[in-house]
C-alpha cells in the first residue's frame, strides 16, 4: 500500500523529535548555558560565535560575485555568467528534489506500521491491500531476516566490488588502471518487500514467487581514479519494482531446490543522488540521462529476458537452459486502426483546431517498436505487424501507447495495457481497445504463436505465411535460439598478448554482439541470442570471434540452418570448429530452433489450393448452375476470436448480515423485520433468490452459474431489496469486478453494501474452466452431486459452445419466394434464437451461442 508521506494522524507534541542541531555548527554558542545572573543573555564567547556566523555567511555571498570579476577580467559578456548561474541553481534544484524525495521516502517505510494502524484500523475499519486480496501477503517475517543480514550483505558487496568489479573496470580502459572502490557502504535502511506474491498452477518442479520490493536507501559508494585525481559516488538511492524469484528445479535431496533465478518482470524505477564529481550528472538533462544509462545496464542483466541465475547445488544439469530459457512462446502483434483520437494540433494560437499526427508506441518488456506516423489523421491506419518472445505469462502485459508527433514534444493520446495470458488463453484475439488517459480507442489482432520442435510443420508455415500481407518485416516461421557457451585456443594479438575476444552473429541483416572477456584466448561468455527465421531453409548463421576492438579477426563459421532441420529435436549441441584462425581453435554453442505455428492456421480459404473439399471458383456445379451463384465452402467455420474462451462463474449467495428493518405495521408505531432476497446481474442476465421472511440476518445458500468471457471491465451487480406486497423496498448494493475473480479462479469475501448506513452480504465466486477432455466428467458429476443448496435445479457439468456459420439451399416458399429464415437451438430449458436474414435460401448468420450442460448422458440438442 502506498501512501504519501504526508498522510496519515499527526504525531502528538510528546512524540515528535526535537529539532535537531547543525553538526556543522562547532562554536561555544552552541553549548552555552545562559547566566542565571545576566538575566538569561549569553555569555560574552557566545556573543563571539555569532558574529564569527555574520561573518561566514557574508563571505559565502561575497563568494558568488568571483565568476562576475573573473568573466570581466578575461573580457567575456556577462550572459555567460547568467548561464552558468542558471546551471548552478537548476543543478541544486534538482539535487534538493532527490534529497527530499528520499528523506520523504524514508519516513514513509519508518512510519508504514504506524500509518496502516492509525489511518486504516482506526478510522476506516478496514484491512490493508495485502490482507484484502488473498493472492497478496505482507512477509513482514521476511523484512526482518533481511534487515538482520543486510551488514553481512554489505560486507559481501564490499568483496565483490573490490575483487570482481574493479579488476573488470581497471582491464577495460588503460585510462582506468588506477581505479579502485574507497567506500562501500549499504547504510543501515536495508531493502523492504511490501508484498509477496505466489503464482499456483505452475510447472511442478519449479516454484514461482513475485516480491514487490522497495529500497530507500542511505547507500555510500565512492570511487577514486588517482591518476587523474578524480573521485566520485553514489550517497542515497530509490529502487521500486517487482522482482520475480523462481525456485527450479526442485528435486529429491537437499536442498531441496537445484538454484534460483531472479529477474525484473518491467523495467525498476530508479533515482540516484550522485556526489563528487558525479554531481555533474544531476544537472538538468543530464540527470535523467544518467538514470536511464544505469537502468539500460541493470536492464541488460537483470531484467526479461536477462536474469540472475544462482545454483545451489553442484553439477547442475541444463544450467544454459535456466540462465536463459526458450520463450513460452511468440505474439504476432498486428497493429491495424484507430479511432476517435483527440486534436491536438492548434493554429491561430487555438482560435483554429487541426488535427492530430499519431503514432503508436508498442511495448512487450524490454521489447519496444515504433510505427510509422500518419499525418493529419485522427482516425489512422497503420497496417503494421510486430513480433514479440514471451518469456514469462503471468505478469507481463502488452501496452501500447499512442502519441501526436509535433517538432518539439509529442503530445500524450492515450494508452492501453492487456495481460499476456488472455492471449495464450484465447490463442487469437481480435478486438477494440479503449485508451486510457485520452480519448479513441484502438484495433490489435493478437495470436499467439506455440513453439514446436516438429519439422514438418515448416512447410505448412510457410504457405500460410505467403499468403500473410505484413509490414515492416515479413512474418516470420521459426526462431533460433543461440547459447554461446565458450571458445578454446583462440590465437594471440601481436606480441604474444592475450586478446580479449567478443562474438558477433548475423542471420542476414541482424547482428547481435556478445560481451568482450579480458585477457584471454579461453573466453567462457554463457551468453544466449535470439533470432527470428522468415525461411531457416537457406537462411545461414555467420560467427566472428573478433578482439574488442574489432579489428582484429580471432575466427569465424558460417552454419546453413537447413543444418538443423535433420537434427534431433531441431538441436545441435557441439564443438564447432573456427576458420581462419589457429588449428585448435573451436567455439562450443548449442542452437536451438523451434517453428512458430498458430493453431488456427489450419483453417483453409477457398482459394487456398489443396484444401480438401474447398470450392473451385472456375467450375460450374451442374446441380447450382454457374460458381458465380455459389457461396465458397470453408474447409472448418471461423468464429471470432472469443468463440470457445468462455468460462463459467458460479455464483454461492450464501448470507447477509445487519439488514435493516423496512417492515412497519400499525402506521409505523410497531417496528418489524424485513423479508430480503437478492438480485443479480451480470452479462445480460438477471438472477433473483428466494424471499427469507423476517429475518435481518438470512440465509439463502443459492448457486447461479453464468457463462461469461474474458472482456475486461465486467461487473457483477448484487442488489438487496424486502419483499412488500405493493413496491419492494431498497436495502443496498455491491458491485464485484470480476478482473480478480477471473485471474485468481476463486474470491470468498464479505461485502460491505452501499447506499444503506450497515449491512454486508457474504458471496463466493469461482472460475470454472472448461477442459476439453471426457476424462474428469463423472467426477465433476459426483462433487456436484455432494454440493447442498437451497436450490433445486442441478450444477451445471460441462459447457457447449456452438457457432451458427450458415446455412444453403433452404426451400422455397410458396410461389418461389425466398424465405426469411432464423435458427432455433435448444438444450433442456434453454435456447438461442439467431437474427432472421430476410429474402434468402443460403444465410449466413455468424453467431454463436453456449449452454450449461447438466445431465450431459441424457439431454439433447434440437435445432429448428
Request: net charge negative; glycine share 6%.
Amino acid at each position: 500500500m502506498e501512501r504519501s508521506p504526508g498522510e496519515g494522524p499527526s504525531p502528538s507534541p510528546m512524540d515528535q523529535p526535537s529539532a535537531p542541531s547543525d553538526p556543522t555548527d562547532q562554536s561555544p554558542a552552541a553549548h552555552a548555558k545562559p547566566d542565571p545572573g545576566s538575566g538569561g543573555q549569553p555569555a560574552g564567547p557566545g556573543a563571539a560565535g555569532e558574529a564569527l556566523a555574520v561573518l561566514t555567511s557574508f563571505g559565502r555571498r561575497l563568494l558568488v560575485l568571483i565568476p562576475v570579476y573573473l568573466a570581466g577580467a578575461v573580457g567575456l559578456s556577462v550572459g555567460f555568467v547568467l548561464f552558468g548561474l542558471a546551471l548552478y541553481l537548476g543543478w541544486r534544484r534538482v539535487r534538493d528534489e532527490k534529497e527530499r524525495s528520499l528523506r520523504a521516502a524514508r519516513q514513509l517505510l519508518d512510519d508504514e506500521e504506524q500509518l496502516t494502524a492509525k489511518t486504516l484500523y482506526m478510522s476506516h475499519r478496514e484491512l490493508p491491500a495485502w490482507v484484502s486480496f488473498p493472492d497478496v501477503e505482507k512477509a513482514e517475517w521476511l523484512n526482518k531476516i533481511v534487515a538482520q543480514v543486510w551488514p553481512f550483505l554489505g560486507q559481501y558487496m564490499e568483496k565483490l566490488l573490490a575483487e570482481t568489479v574493479a579488476p573488470a573496470v581497471r582491464g577495460s580502459n588503460p585510462h582506468l588502471q588506477t581505479f579502485t572502490f574507497t567506500r562501500v557502504e549499504l547504510g543501515e535502511k536495508p531493502l523492504r518487500i511490501i508484498g509477496v506474491k505466489v503464482h499456483p498452477g505452475q510447472r511442478k518442479e519449479q516454484i514461482l514467487l513475485d516480491l514487490n520490493i522497495s529500497y530507500v536507501g542511505d547507500v555510500q559508494i565512492d570511487v577514486e581514479v588517482k591518476k587523474y585525481f578524480c573521485k566520485a559516488g553514489v550517497k542515497g538511492m530509490q529502487l521500486h519494482g517487482v522482482l520475480r524469484v523462481i525456485l527450479e528445479p526442485l528435486i529429491g535431496d537437499l536442498p531441496f531446490v537445484g538454484a534460483v533465478s531472479m529477474f525484473f518482470i518491467r523495467r525498476p524505477t530508479l533515482d540516484i543522488n550522485w556526489t563528487g564529481m558525479t554531481n555533474l550528472l544531476d544537472i538538468p538533462g543530464l540527470s535523467s540521462l544518467s538514470d536511464t544509462m544505469i537502468m539500460d545496464s541493470i536492464a541488460a542483466f537483470l531484467v526479461l529476458p536477462n536474469r540472475l541465475l544462482v545454483p545451489l547445488v553442484p553439477d547442475l544439469q541444463d544450467v544454459a537452459q535456466l540462465r536463459s530459457p526458450l520463450p513460452r512462446g511468440i505474439i504476432r502483434i498486428h497493429l491495424l486502426t484507430a479511432q476517435g483520437l483527440s486534436s491536438k494540433d492548434k493554429y491561430v494560437k487555438g482560435l483554429i483546431e487541426g488535427k492530430s499526427d499519431p503514432y503508436a508506441l508498442v511495448r512487450l518488456g524490454t521489447q519496444t517498436f515504433c510505427s510509422r506516423v500518419i499525418d493529419e489523421e485522427l482516425n489512422p491506419q497503420w497496417g503494421e505487424t510486430y513480433e514479440v518472445m514471451v518469456h514469462e505469462v503471468p505478469g507481463q502485459e502488452i501496452e501500447v501507447e499512442v502519441f501526436d508527433k509535433d517538432p518539439d514534444k509529442d503530445d500524450f493520446l492515450g494508452r492501453m495495457k492487456l495481460d499476456v495470458g488472455k492471449v495464450l488463453q484465447a490463442s487469437v484475439l481480435d478486438d477494440w481497445f479503449p485508451l486510457q488517459g485520452g480519448q479513441g480507442q484502438v484495433h490489435l489482432r493478437l495470436e499467439w504463436l506455440s513453439l514446436l520442435s516438429d519439422a514438418e510443420k515448416l512447410e505448412q508455415v510457410l504457405q500460410w505465411n505467403r499468403g500473410v500481407s505484413s509490414r515492416p518485416e515479413p512474418p516470420s516461421a521459426a526462431i533460433l535460439v543461440v547459447y554461446l557457451d565458450r571458445a578454446q585456443d583462440l590465437p594471440l594479438k601481436k606480441g604474444n598478448k592475450e586478446p580479449n575476444p567478443m562474438v558477433q552473429l548475423s542471420i542476414q541483416d541482424v547482428t547481435q554482439e556478445s560481451k568482450a572477456v579480458y585477457s584471454t584466448n579461453c573466453p567462457v561468455w554463457e551468453e544466449a541470442f535470439r533470432f527470428f527465421l522468415q525461411d531457416p531453409q537457406s537462411q545461414e548463421l555467420d560467427v566472428q570471434v573478433k578482439d574488442d576492438s574489432r579489428a582484429l579477426t580471432l575466427g569465424a563459421l558460417t552454419l546453413p540452418l537447413a543444418r538443423l532441420l535433420t537434427a534431433p529435436e531441431l538441436i545441435l549441441d557441439q564443438w564447432f570448429q573456427l576458420s581462419s584462425s589457429g588449428p585448435n581453435s573451436r567455439l562450443y554453442m548449442k542452437l536451438v530452433m523451434r517453428i512458430l505455428y498458430l493453431d488456427s492456421s489450419e483453417i483453409c480459404f477457398p482459394t487456398v489450393p489443396g484444401c480438401p473439399g474447398a470450392w473451385d471458383m472456375d467450375s460450374e456445379n451442374p446441380q447450382r448452375g454457374s460458381s458465380v451463384d455459389a457461396p465458397p465452402r470453408p474447409c472448418h467455420t471461423t468464429p471470432d476470436s472469443q468463440f470457445g474462451t468462455e468460462h463459467v462463474l458460479r455464483i454461492h449467495v450464501l448470507e447477509a448480515q445487519d439488514l435493516i428493518a423496512k417492515d412497519r405495521f400499525l402506521g409505523g408505531l410497531v417496528k418489524g423485520k424485513s423479508d430480503p432476497y437478492v438480485k443479480l446481474k451480470l452479462a445480460g442476465q438477471s438472477f433473483r433468490s428466494h424471499v427469507v421472511r423476517e429475518d435481518l440476518n438470512p440465509r439463502w445458500n443459492e448457486v447461479f452459474e453464468v457463462i461469461v468471457t474474458s472482456v475486461p471491465g465486467q461487473e457483477l451487480e448484487v442488489e438487496v431489496f424486502d419483499k412488500d406486497l405493493d413496491k419492494d423496498d431498497f436495502l443496498g448494493r455491491c458491485k464485484v469486478r470480476l478482473t480478480t475473480v477471473l485471474n485468481s479462479g476463486f474470491l470468498d469475501e464479505w461485502l460491505t453494501l452501499e447506499d444503506v448506513p450497515s449491512g454486508r452480504l457474504h458471496l463466493r465466486l469461482e472460475r470454472l474452466t472448461p477442459r476439453p477432455t471426457a476424462a474428469e466428467l463423472e467426477e465433476v458429476l459426483q462433487v456436484n452431486s455432494l454440493i447442498q443448496t437451497q436450490k433445486s435445479a442441478e450444477l451445471a457439468a460441462a459447457l457447449l459452445s456452438i457457432y451458427m456459420e450458415r446455412a444453403e439451399d433452404l426451400s422455397l416458399r410458396k410461389g418461389t419466394k425466398h424465405p426469411s429464415p432464423y435458427a432455433t437451438l435448444t438444450v433442456g430449458d434453454s435456447s438461442h434464437k439467431t437474427k432472421t436474414i430476410s429474402q434468402t435460401s443460403a444465410p449466413v448468420w455468424d453467431e454463436s451461442a453456449s449452454f450449461l450442460i447438466r445431465k450431459p448422458h441424457t439431454e439433447s440438442l434440437e435445432l429448428q
